[in-house]
């Protein structure tokens, strides 16, 4: 059993130490400081067969202290929240910056900027989880998949639970903190015929346990994906429509944001370098950010540089509208920050939604992608190649699992090809989506 977790005393410790290592700081000479701590403790099961794998109790915790001398910059981080290891941090973040070269572009965000509203995004809810309780849930989960005929074996089921607290504080007086919490289950299972082996798996993730799908049920449709893959076989090649499966489409997402990234930008390392305002994909097809939103994934009231988070709109019917800047990136390129530091929160689509039988329809013949390999995504060109597994579809009907096959093209030509977006939108990480259906992609299979 872990050491209770008192997350409000964490918070009230870190807050001190960080207040602790902003006064150093500027009595040491610095012209502006900023600090970050954070402590996280959770615990880990996983079993498989039946039989427990592995228990993880874990806590983890640091400090991170950047100092600015003038326009240069020093950082320094430790694992330890002491008076002394704090003290240490500041010393040599200040013997860092004395000695880097000038960059007009440092420095902490403007203080006009600092975030003022600082409600309670209901991100934090605790698990009173026993260690055999953890045990019992993934064993449950694992053996309503086994359950099923037709799954040979498991590849395990796993449990993990915790809860953290950040704190952000900078010599402009801001001083933010958040407490939250993650928990999530998943099985993967193994079937087999005569064609050979398949794999597949399912997940529940969510802040609130309460929320959390049944574990019986995790296991039965880990267990249906799997037995659907069995008798795969390779497509043909040539040029087909592909559906992306939600948990692949947040993935696009994921690639088009990196594209916004101001350091991507400044480096000229993007697909999407000075295209501010010009057309991406149709035009019924907005995507925004809202980091206010209650009890999410990813909500905060602050971004990673205690700039006040806000409703950002990256793609405003088609368009581009925004880039997701920080404020380092944001002087690079002599534009404002979008309170972006650390990345876009909550990401949510504004388009019509359909269901997946009609987007099936509407694709006639091609591949619904369940599964993607490798990395074959090039930021600065936009070029996309990846391994993929699915199914093959003739007059809009599931006719038979595929695998061993490459889909290609161009992520600002995928974009723009974008033909429509499923209601089957999964909402267990930060981005939230439903199936994309793409009109035209190079397969590369038999």
Known sequence: MAQAFDASAQQSLLTARAEEALALAKRLGADAAEV?????QGIGVSVRQGEVETVELSRDQGIAVT?????????????????????AAVEKALAIARYTGEDPATGLADASLMATELPDLKVHYPWALTTDEAIELALACEQAGRDVEGISQS??????????????????????TQKGSSHSLSCMLIAQDAAGMQRDYDYTSARDPKTLRDPAEVGREAAARTLRRLGAKRPPTGTFPVLFDPSLASGLIGHLLGGLAGG??????????????TPLFPDWFSLEERPMEIGATASSPFDGEG??????????????ASYMLSAYSARRLDMHTTGNAGGARNVRLVAPLQSRDSLLQEMGRGIWVTELMGQGVNGVTGDYSRGAAGFWVENGQVQYPVEEFT????????FAGLVGIGDDTDTRGSVHTGSWLIDAMTVAGD
């Open 155 to 176: 590849d395990g089921a796993s449990l993990s639970s915790g809860e953290g607290v950040r704190v952000y504080a900078n010599s402009h007086g801001f001083l933010g």
């Open 407 to 414: 889909i290609a093209g161009n992520l600002e030509r995928m």
């Open 307 to 320: 700039v006040q988070t806000r409703n950002n709109r990256f793609i405003d019917q088609g368009s581009i």
């Open 36 to 40: 970050g701590a954070s402590v996280d």
């Open 67 to 87: 100092l600015y001398v003038g326009q240069r910059k020093g950082s320094a981080s430790s694992t330890d929240a002491s008076s002394a290891s704090i003290q």
């Open 264 to 277: 991507a930008l400044y480096r000229q390392a993007s697909f999407l370098c000075d295209r501010l305002g």
